[in-house]
């Protein structure tokens, strides 16, 4: 009697990167290929829904695919069980339904189709998912199919509108155009911020005995009732006059307090808190980061061992970590730091948003694989990217750091000739690390930087006053977004998901609607005119709450609890209805092409305003026929404080506009906002236009006035009259 054929089993997986790592993991009977990423989508040429017939999306294959779907036919011909091995995400979810249908495998009676995923690229995961194999997830599917519906409606119908109003290539997103208004408000919060002064007063004191003198930091006068606030003082006059009334004032030690407190250990990175700290730390880039993990994910050909899965799933907004590696970095810790490095219980992150498909925290595959270890298998990125998780991982299991704090309060009682001051206090806060915990492993760069109190200070430590002090500052506006903290307002917003964060801020930076210079993002002229068309036809559309909502919305399809269609069929009626009323309210708006009184020096022809990459331009209308171009300087009217031409808008070589003067580079005189021909009547300083103020340019002048109307915006719509 013949022996019975063992069964023929076919995994199919996203990435040819992971085949050779889990083609190990199985035997003989398993074949293992990639369908690398998605086989089918809509259509490039069109939309590719049916807006008519329940708006059922027109998937095609994908240009380039056919003969890598004809070659997975042929394997599953061959195959008795065929397992869809794609992300354990909505859009491995999706492409394992794009599989199923392209492949034909609901027509096939006689073999077994089931999904399967894992969170790492292990043995002991790959054997796991295949005892654990399911049906697809239709809900996940059809959360994907609504994302990417939703993008596309958004797409094709705004970007042509772009395309006509300001210039061929351009396209808005339902996520991108969000994130470029939220760029485009931080930089209107900068431009209009008024800078207002304050002043600071510290005191250095000798205290018998010390070789070092005793710095504190004022107050404010003394409450009986409740603790003293610091305070910042107004001004000058202010602060001398604190100054003035403690001349020859009796200063002495009012309170020591000690106490201990202590510093919990980070939690362990998602999609999110990975790009920021790789930002901050590694000075990557989120696309760079996700490049890089998606490389330690797939596997890497480490000495010795074969090519080896690093990381786990780097696509995640969950903290969570799975019981066995909770066993294995406890251990770790226990054997290598001691027990009193050992957390005593693991906390979670208190999650304010929805977290998807449950996953894990991005860890390293197995604690024992020391970066240090590897570093010769490693490309220098991959290294220290690597070795950032590794550390956060096993810091984020260790006990918190312990340190002891001490608060100084320093009396000032006025002298005699001051009678009318009240007492004022100065006070100085210290600490000093008792305990490490989680430090030893990982450093945040928050960690405590005040100062230790030598010891023997207290309440009858005899001290003199050496010195005041006093300093000018100026409050700052909020920072411009850079790329790690744009993916956080992104993520604390709601806007998007983690596969999402790198691949918008990508999209913008190569649309030329930001540009970056030295970490951060600014707005580019083009920029302005897309966000100012958006904000005034689509208001829904770059509504940050509208945004969120809609996150909540694909949230609940994913869960069942919803219905895509519906979804679908409530957005795009009023999508297509604010199309064609922007279509007419901004037939008259123009950024381009606008004929000037320059004659072209070859043809005699005038000579129009064009759009480019690094701003405005001037070109002949005879193109093709007559090439000729030359820069376009526009001017504003005001004359440049330094030497007097005129100050004419510029742009960076990146595209940022400023305002610079038309001798450059005789004159070096430029500001990033937009100078008044009007002089400050205070100090004859140049004015600059701020929303609705002209604020003096001098700091230390601080003159500000207001204005009937606010600054002329860069858009502004015809009214035709």
Same mark, same amino acid.
């Given at each position: 009697?013949?022996?019975?054929?063992?069964?023929?089993?076919?995994?199919?997986?996203?990435?040819?990167?992971?085949?050779?790592?889990?083609?190990?993991?199985?035997?003989?009977?398993?074949?293992?290929?990639?369908?690398?990423?998605?086989?089918?989508?809509?259509?490039?040429?069109?939309?590719?829904?049916?807006?008519?017939?329940?708006?059922?999306?027109?998937?095609?294959?994908?240009?380039?695919?056919?003969?890598?779907?004809?070659?997975?036919?042929?394997?599953?011909?061959?195959?008795?069980?065929?397992?869809?091995?794609?992300?354990?995400?909505?859009? @491995?979810?999706? $492409? #394992?339904?794009? %599989?199923?249908?392209?492949? /034909?495998?609901?027509? &096939? +009676?006689?073999?077994?189709? *089931?999904?399967?995923?894992?969170?790492?690229?292990?043995?002991?995961?790959?054997?796991?998912?295949?005892?654990?194999?399911?049906?697809?997830?239709?809900?996940?599917?059809?959360?994907?199919q609504?994302?990417?519906?939703?993008?596309?409606?958004? @797409?094709?119908? $705004? #970007?042509?509108? %772009?395309?006509?109003?300001? /210039?061929?290539?351009? &396209? +808005?997103g339902?996520?991108? *155009?969000?994130?470029?208004?939220?760029?485009?408000?931080?930089?209107?919060?900068?431009?209009?911020?008024?800078?207002?002064?304050?002043?600071?007063?510290?005191?250095?004191?000798?205290?018998?005995?010390?070789?070092?003198p005793?710095?504190?930091?004022?107050?404010?006068?003394?409450?009986?009732?409740?603790?003293?606030?610091?305070?910042?003082? &107004?001004?000058?006059e202010?602060?001398?006059?604190?100054?003035?009334?403690?001349?020859?004032?009796?200063?002495?030690?009012?309170?020591?307090?000690?106490s201990?407190r202590?510093?919990?250990?980070?939690?362990?990175?998602t999609?999110?808190?990975?790009?920021?700290?790789?930002?901050?730390?590694?000075?990557?880039?989120?696309?760079?980061?996700m490049?890089?993990?998606?490389?330690?994910?797939?596997?890497?050909?480490?000495?010795?061992?074969?090519?080896?899965?690093?990381?786990?799933?780097?696509?995640?907004?969950?903290?969570?970590?799975?019981?066995?590696?909770?066993?294995?970095?406890?251990?770790?810790?226990?054997?290598?730091?001691?027990?009193?490095?050992?957390?005593?219980?693991?906390?979670?992150?208190?999650?304010?948003?929805?977290?998807?498909?449950?996953?894990?925290?991005?860890?390293?595959?197995?604690?024992?694989?020391?970066?240090?270890?590897?570093?010769?298998?490693?490309?220098?990125?991959?290294?220290?990217?690597?070795?950032?998780?590794?550390?956060?991982?096993?810091?984020?299991?260790?006990?918190p750091?312990?340190?002891?704090?001490?608060q100084?309060?320093?009396?000032?009682?006025?002298?005699?000739?001051?009678?009318?001051?009240?007492v004022?206090?100065?006070?100085?806060?210290?600490?000093?690390?008792?305990?490490?915990?989680?430090?030893?492993?990982?450093?945040?760069?928050?960690?405590?930087?005040?100062?230790?109190?030598?010891?023997?200070?207290?309440?009858?430590?005899?001290?003199?006053?050496?010195?005041?002090?006093?300093?000018?500052?100026y409050?700052?506006?909020?920072?411009?977004?850079?790329?790690?903290?744009?993916?956080?307002?992104?993520?604390?917003?709601?806007?998007?998901?983690?596969?999402?964060?790198?691949?918008?801020?990508?999209?913008?930076?190569?649309?030329?609607?930001?540009?970056?210079?030295?970490?951060?993002?600014?707005?580019?002229?083009?920029?302005?005119?897309?966000?100012?068309?958006?904000k005034?036809a689509?208001?829904?559309?770059?509504?940050?709450?509208?945004?969120?909502?809609?996150?909540?919305?694909?949230?609940?399809?994913?869960?069942?609890?919803?219905?895509?269609?519906?979804?679908?069929?409530?957005?795009?009626?009023?999508?297509?209805?604010?199309?064609?009323?922007?279509?007419?309210?901004?037939?008259?708006?123009?950024?381009?092409?606008?004929?000037?009184?320059?004659?072209?020096?070859?043809?005699?022809?005038?000579?129009?305003?064009?759009?480019?990459?690094?701003?405005?331009?001037?070109?002949?209308?005879?193109?093709?026929?007559c090439?000729?171009t030359?820069?376009?300087?526009?001017?504003?009217?005001?004359?440049?404080?330094?030497?007097?031409?005129?100050?004419?808008?510029?742009?960076?070589?990146?595209?940022?506009?400023?305002?610079?003067?038309?001798?450059?580079?005789?004159?070096?005189?430029?500001?990033?906002?937009?100078?008044?021909?009007?002089?400050?009547?205070r100090?004859g300083?140049?004015?600059?236009?701020?929303?609705?103020?002209?604020?003096?340019?001098?700091?230390?002048?601080?003159?500000?006035?207001?204005?009937?109307?606010?600054?002329?915006?860069?858009?502004?719509?015809?009214?035709?009259?």
């Amino acid at each position: 009697m013949a022996a019975s054929r063992k069964k023929r089993n076919l995994v199919i997986v996203e990435s040819p990167a992971k085949v050779k790592t889990i083609k190990k993991f199985l035997g003989s009977t398993y074949e293992v290929t990639a369908s690398n990423g998605h086989v089918r989508d809509l259509p490039k040429s069109k939309m590719g829904i049916d807006i008519e017939h329940d708006y059922e999306p027109q998937y095609i294959t994908i240009r380039g695919k056919g003969e890598l779907l004809a070659g997975l036919r042929k394997l599953v011909k061959k195959a008795d069980c065929i397992y869809l091995a794609t992300d354990p995400d909505r859009e @491995g979810e999706a $492409i #394992s339904w794009h %599989l199923k249908t392209a492949l /034909k495998l609901d027509d &096939s +009676a006689d073999k077994k189709v *089931s999904r399967i995923t894992f969170n790492e690229i292990t043995k002991k995961a790959v054997t796991e998912s295949l005892k654990n194999a399911r049906e697809l997830d239709m809900n996940l599917v059809n959360a994907q199919q609504t994302r990417r519906i939703l993008d596309r409606m958004v @797409g094709y119908e $705004i #970007s042509p509108l %772009l395309w006509a109003k300001v /210039k061929r290539g351009l &396209s +808005a997103g339902r996520v991108q *155009s969000v994130a470029l208004r939220m760029i485009g408000d931080r930089e209107d919060e900068i431009n209009s911020f008024i800078p207002e002064e304050y002043w600071t007063l510290d005191a250095q004191f000798s205290v018998q005995g010390w070789t070092k003198p005793l710095l504190a930091h004022y107050y404010g006068k003394l409450e009986e009732v409740g603790k003293p606030a610091r305070v910042d003082l &107004s001004n000058r006059e202010e602060t001398m006059r604190i100054v003035d009334g403690l001349e020859n004032a009796a200063f002495a030690v009012r309170d020591v307090k000690r106490s201990e407190r202590t510093r919990k250990p980070p939690l362990p990175f998602t999609t999110s808190t990975l790009q920021q700290e790789a930002s901050k730390v590694l000075n990557f880039s989120p696309q760079k980061t996700m490049r890089i993990a998606q490389q330690l994910y797939e596997g890497v050909e480490v000495k010795g061992q074969g090519t080896v899965a690093l990381i786990t799933y780097l696509r995640t907004d969950s903290v969570r970590i799975s019981e066995e590696a909770q066993a294995a970095v406890a251990a770790f810790i226990g054997e290598t730091y001691g027990e009193d490095y050992l957390q005593a219980q693991t906390r979670e992150e208190k999650q304010t948003t929805k977290i998807q498909d449950a996953h894990e925290g991005i860890r390293p595959t197995e604690v024992t694989r020391l970066p240090a270890q590897i570093r010769e298998s490693l490309s220098r990125e991959q290294y220290r990217l690597y070795q950032l998780i590794w550390k956060r991982f096993v810091a984020s299991r260790m006990s918190p750091a312990r340190y002891e704090t001490t608060q100084v309060r320093i009396q000032g009682t006025p002298a005699p000739a001051h009678k009318d001051m009240p007492v004022q206090i100065f006070s100085v806060s210290a600490s000093r690390l008792l305990f490490d915990g989680f430090q030893k492993v990982y450093m945040e760069d928050e960690e405590e930087k005040t100062p230790s109190l030598g010891k023997g200070l207290d309440e009858n430590s005899e001290i003199s006053l050496d010195l005041f002090d006093p300093r000018q500052h100026y409050t700052q506006p909020a920072p411009h977004y850079n790329e790690a903290s744009l993916v956080r307002a992104l993520e604390e917003q709601g806007i998007g998901r983690p596969s999402t964060y790198a691949p918008t801020i990508s999209t913008i930076l190569a649309r030329r609607y930001i540009v970056k210079e030295d970490k951060n993002l600014y707005m580019t002229e083009l920029g302005e005119a897309v966000n100012d068309i958006m904000k005034k036809a689509f208001p829904t559309i770059v509504d940050l709450s509208f945004t969120a909502n809609m996150e909540g919305l694909l949230d609940g399809i994913a869960d069942g609890q919803v219905k895509w269609k519906t979804v679908i069929e409530n957005f795009y009626p009023d999508l297509h209805e604010a199309v064609l009323q922007a279509e007419k309210d901004l037939e008259k708006i123009q950024i381009a092409d606008e004929e000037t009184e320059e004659i072209c020096e070859n043809c005699g022809r005038h000579m129009v305003i064009k759009y480019g990459p690094h701003g405005k331009f001037l070109a002949c209308p005879g193109f093709p026929e007559c090439h000729n171009t030359k820069p376009y300087y526009e001017k504003i009217g005001v004359a440049c404080p330094k030497c007097g031409k005129d100050i004419i808008v510029r742009m960076s070589k990146k595209g940022r506009r400023y305002y610079g003067c038309m001798g450059n580079p005789e004159c070096d005189f430029m500001v990033w906002q937009k100078p008044s021909a009007k002089r400050c009547p205070r100090c004859g300083g140049i004015m600059l236009e701020k929303g609705n103020r002209l604020v003096c340019a001098d700091k230390e002048c601080g003159y500000l006035e207001e204005q009937s109307e606010p600054a002329n915006a860069f858009l502004e719509e015809s009214t035709g009259e």
